[in-house]
């Protein structure tokens, strides 16, 4: 019922906005924030001190405020991609890695090179991708194993083959010398300069449920997404543990909004400047070492509850949910979604109890978001439909509502 | 002026602590707010007694926004091919001669379904893997068997690897039905692929907690469990469950899998003057505690699980089962028709009694090729009608799903007598006067 209902408004919101746009008389940002044809920008103008040099990027650096994305552009199989399902994004300095149902895609030079397991792929279904930024190894997981792809060469990593704890890759993350490795059943630290692998299940952990679906790290910590587990901190530097698990204890309800980890069934972690998110099926956690707060999409901008994946950059939170593509800084949000019934998008900014919604001309392709990448002022999205590029044409503050 | 601030303060706080103490006495007499997650009695539910929770989950249905509804069928194809997954062959007896058991239902309901012309004209093929093997064997066979296009996919029956297995069919976009996990949390998850038909360790406790507290009137239960998922996830409902009901356990003991001597668990379950004991475990070990008990002289009444339901219970436990009693999931001696036919079939065709494991897959897989007679050959669409059944008419009987695609009909109390079990659908006795 509710579902039906928010398309109805969103419906009833779309047609509103196209009618005042074709009017002329849409609530649209002035100057900087004029919304025409070919610009797309809202919200205040792009400093261009503020834009980032992913070259020289700083690892302390933090938008200035939830950036605004916009001028979409679309990839589907028409551009050359092996499948419209998109399970994984990763930008890799001029190319973009892409992971489909159907091989591994690369944009490289404005061309698609695909790669499938007779290549060397693991597996056809790539579903995590990231890159080691000392090395330019390529880390691939796959429904059926990880492979490090390394002067061109694809190695394979199975259960049979070495210490990886499953063969479905959920979640594959590289720092300097370790990868980290989310498996169907346990999760792994592989160290790159000894070949050494660690596993994290519920024998050799307090993990209280061992299937894993994300990892990620920071500093001396990693954080492990243990569905039916909560979160597992493991501090890397003196092997020790702890937990972050609802404190209420119970699946079927959320006791209280900000007690904790808002549910134990976790779909993904993300650590930036000082702040833990986590992604569930129940809504989402923001945790900052002191503080736990949830968002659900029944007392938050949040699009769904159904969050499948989170990432953390320039102290913003990035949320790969159902029903769109979801940006927080934890107070102001901008979330972004196919405008129903056409080919528009709409953006949502919402700061405090005001929101504006814009219409705009580009969209992301699909509302079912698996995942996300984001470096410098563009961001890749990998969706249920297709696979999108934004760029950022402004800023969410006060000036935009 | 200072001195009248705190008292103030006082005086409001006590106030705020009146009022709380009415209303809360208030909520507990009132009914409670509609529900549907697992069909829970009221009187159970999760802090029912002290506040309304934030928010409920599974009151409503999760949907589907993605975009798999829009692939095509394929074109002509030769069969229409339904993975299976379950313990077929491996170290544990118990869960490859189910899996097995299972595996024989839900084939025939295939055969008839071919037949009956399979998927307009196209048959069904089912292509079984075994989960008993690798460490979470279910996501790889799952996997294979999306390699192989299977349309959809029936299983299994370890809480453990089907868990395993529905985070795959999620990431894959996989209609699942389940027909034999008994697992509480399978369907807590939120999936929406994922069904499941037969009832859950959830249901059980359900019926053993109304059958120990609000039926026989105890008050000092015990519980003895092996140290396992499959148990300490089995009980946690009847634990919680004595809590809420103002009657927690009064000891909880864990065994090792394997122990045969349980005498100093036993000892002090009858040190702490418990009128009945709740046992779960592998079957072979819950007649070996039941033995243990009798012979000691311990005649607390047993409760068990659905797996002491069993003609092998009855021959480990010998005269020391009289008394026991188990959930079920339902009446296997109903005289429905069709179970009867069911039956005398499944006896001709393998030359063996059909289980509760065979019963189940059998109604499941009726159901998944129901569904796909009516959604065509599109996974999101087989989804869409598996997942939009409220309840179906199964041979086991009524299958009633909740918000979370979980069998939530009542489970049945089974009770040795005479070295014969004796079945009735529990009902929830919501203010006993055993009590």
New interface residues.
């Given amino acids: 019922m509710k579902s039906t209902f928010h398309s109805k408004r969103v419906k009833v919101a779309s047609l509103l906005i196209s009618l005042m746009m074709i009017t002329g008389l849409s609530d649209l940002p002035d100057g900087s924030g004029t919304l025409h044809s070919g610009s797309e920008k809202a919200g205040t103008e792009m400093d261009s001190k503020s834009v980032i040099n992913p070259d020289s990027e700083e690892k302390d650096f933090r938008f200035p405020a939830v950036p605004i994305y916009g001028d979409w552009t679309v990839y589907t199989m028409d551009d050359g991609l092996p499948s419209n399902k998109i399970n994984a994004v990763k930008i890799d300095e001029d190319r973009i890695l892409v992971g489909t149902d159907q091989g591994l895609a690369v944009l490289e030079n404005g061309k698609w090179t695909i790669y499938t397991p007779e290549d060397g792929l693991a597996h056809r279904n790539v579903i995590s991708l990231d890159v080691n930024a000392s090395t330019g190894d390529v880390w691939i997981g796959t429904m059926s194993g990880l492979n490090r792809w390394s002067a061109g060469v694809f190695e394979r990593f199975d259960q049979f083959n070495s210490g990886l704890a499953n063969d479905v890759v959920y979640e594959v993350q590289a720092d300097e010398r370790y990868t980290w490795i989310a498996t169907a059943a346990g999760a792994n630290r592989f160290d790159t300069y000894t070949n050494q692998w660690k596993i994290f299940n519920e024998e050799t952990s307090p993990m209280h449920e061992p299937w894993t679906y994300g990892i990620t790290y920071g500093g001396e910590k990693a954080w492990i997404a243990a569905w039916g587990g909560g979160v597992v901190e493991y501090n890397n530097e003196t092997d020790q543990f702890r937990v972050y698990r609802d404190p209420d204890g119970h699946f079927q309800i959320s006791l209280f909004p900000d007690d904790g980890l808002v549910h134990d069934i976790t779909t993904g972690v993300a650590f930036d400047n000082g702040v833990l998110w986590v992604s569930t099926y129940f809504g989402l956690s923001r945790y900052n070492g002191q503080r736990w707060w949830g968002f659900f999409d029944h007392n938050s901008p949040l699009t769904s509850n159904f969050v499948n994946a989170v990432k953390a950059k320039y102290g913003i939170g990035y949320m790969a949910t159902d029903d769109g593509l979801n940006t927080s800084d934890g107070n102001v949000w901008v979330t972004y979604h196919p405008a129903e019934g056409s080919s528009l998008g709409e953006t949502r900014i919402t700061i405090g109890d005001r929101q504006r919604r814009i219409t705009t001309e580009t969209s992301i392709s699909h509302g079912f978001i698996w995942n996300m990448d984001i470096r410098g002022d563009e961001i890749w999205v990998a969706t249920s439909r297709g696979l999108s590029r934004g760029v950022v044409t402004g800023y969410a503050d006060e000036s935009i509502l | 002026m200072k001195t009248r601030y705190p008292l103030l303060l006082i005086g409001a706080i006590c106030a705020i602590i009146s009022v709380r103490a009415e209303f809360a006495g208030a909520q507990t007499q009132s009914e409670p707010p509609r529900h549907t997650?697992?069909n829970?009695p009221a009187q159970i539910y999760?802090?029912f007694n002290f506040?309304e929770?934030?928010?409920?989950?599974?009151e409503?249905r999760?949907?589907?926004?993605?975009?798999?509804r829009?692939y095509p069928f394929p074109v002509n194809p030769e069969v229409v091919r339904i993975g299976f997954i379950a313990p077929l062959d491996g170290s544990s007896e118990y869960y490859s001669m189910n899996g097995q058991h299972m595996l024989n239902g839900a084939l025939m309901a295939f055969e008839e379904a071919n037949r009956a012309g399979g998927f307009r004209g196209i048959p069904f093929e089912v292509i079984a893997r075994n989960d008993l093997g690798?460490?979470?064997a279910s996501?790889?066979e799952l996997?294979?068997l999306?390699d192989m296009g299977v349309l959809a996919a029936i299983g299994s029956i370890d809480g453990?690897n089907t868990?395993?297995a529905i985070?795959?069919a999620l990431?894959?976009e996989l209609p699942m039905v389940t027909t034999g996990s008994t697992d509480p949390?399978l369907t807590?998850?939120?999936?929406p692929w994922v069904i499941r038909t037969n009832q859950d360790d959830r249901q059980f406790n359900f019926a053993l907690l109304n059958e120990a507290y609000n039926v026989r009137g105890y008050t000092r239960v015990a519980l003895l469990r092996a140290n396992n998922r499959y148990a300490r996830v089995g009980t946690r409902e009847f634990v919680d469950g004595a809590r809420r009901l103002g009657t927690p356990l009064v000891i909880r003991q864990v065994y090792l899998p394997g122990e045969r001597n349980f005498s100093p668990y036993l000892e002090k379950i009858e040190a702490a003057g418990a009128e009945a004991v709740v046992l779960w475990g592998e079957v072979d070990e819950i007649a070996e505690i039941i033995r243990q008990m009798r012979e000691s002289g311990m005649n607390q009444t047993v409760f068990t699980s659905d797996k002491a339901v069993s003609g092998h219970f009855l021959q480990l436990a010998g005269e020391h089962a009289e008394g026991v009693i188990a959930a079920y999931p339902f009446h296997p001696e109903s005289g429905n028709s069709e179970l009867e036919a069911f039956y005398r079939n499944y006896r001709e065709k393998y030359q063996t009694e059909a289980n509760s494991f065979a019963v189940q897959a059998y109604d499941g897989a009726r159901l998944l090729i129901e569904s796909i007679r009516k959604a065509g050959l599109n996974r999101a669409l087989v989804r869409d009608e598996i997942t939009s059944i409220e309840s179906y008419q199964g041979i086991t009987g009524t299958i009633r799903l909740d918000g979370s695609w979980n069998n939530v009909t009542p489970a049945f109390i089974a009770e040795i007598r005479n070295g014969r079990f004796y079945f009735h659908q529990f009902e929830w006795v919501a203010e006993s006067d055993n009590r």
């Avoid at chain 2, 929770?53 to 599974?58: A, H, I, L, S, T």
């Fill in positions: 997650f697992a829970t999760p802090f506040m929770p934030n928010y409920r989950w599974f409503e999760h949907p589907y926004l993605g975009a798999a829009e690798l460490w979470g996501g790889n996997v294979s999306d453990n868990h395993v985070r795959v990431k894959l949390t807590d998850t939120r999936i």
